[in-house]
Nanobody, 121 residues
Framework: QVQVVESGGGLVLPGGSLRLSCAASGSIFSISAMGWYRQAPGKQRELVATITSSGSTNYVDSVKNRFTISMENAKNTVYLQMNSLKPEDTAVYYC???????????????WGQGTQVTVSS
């Protein structure tokens, strides 16, 4: 079995910073990519940032130059450093991992339960 667990959410003032962490554990053979998504109340879930195991990154335009995604391959862990936070960044942030559990299995996407980020004065 595979578990994906996020941590690091909370309440922060506008202009502040938070660092989210996400660890994948269990029967993991290899991970090809991990990513962060978010869902605000009444809105669809949207991609925030992704990173491949080789280090290629992708960001939604609204977070470029404010958020940084990084990955520790040895720990199957991805981070999201969020700076200059704005009220519109308020959402539940979800992590996912594209991984396979054996050399012969296909890659599948596993999701965490989410962590709340609230940006408010």
């Amino acid at each position: 079995q595979v578990q994906v667990v996020e941590s690091g959410g909370g309440l922060v003032l506008p202009g502040g910073s938070l660092r989210l962490s996400c660890a994948a554990s269990g029967s993991i053979f290899s991970i090809s990519a991990m990513g962060w998504y978010r869902q605000a109340p009444g809105k669809q879930r949207e991609l925030v940032a992704t990173i491949t195991s080789s280090g290629s990154t992708n960001y939604v335009d609204s977070v470029k130059n404010r958020f940084t995604i990084s990955m520790e391959n040895a720990k199957n862990t991805v981070y999201l450093q969020m700076n200059s936070l704005k009220p519109e960044d308020t959402a539940v942030y979800y992590c996912n991992a594209d991984l396979r559990t054996a050399w012969y299995s296909k890659y599948q996407t596993y999701w965490g339960q989410g962590t709340q980020v609230t940006v408010s004065s």
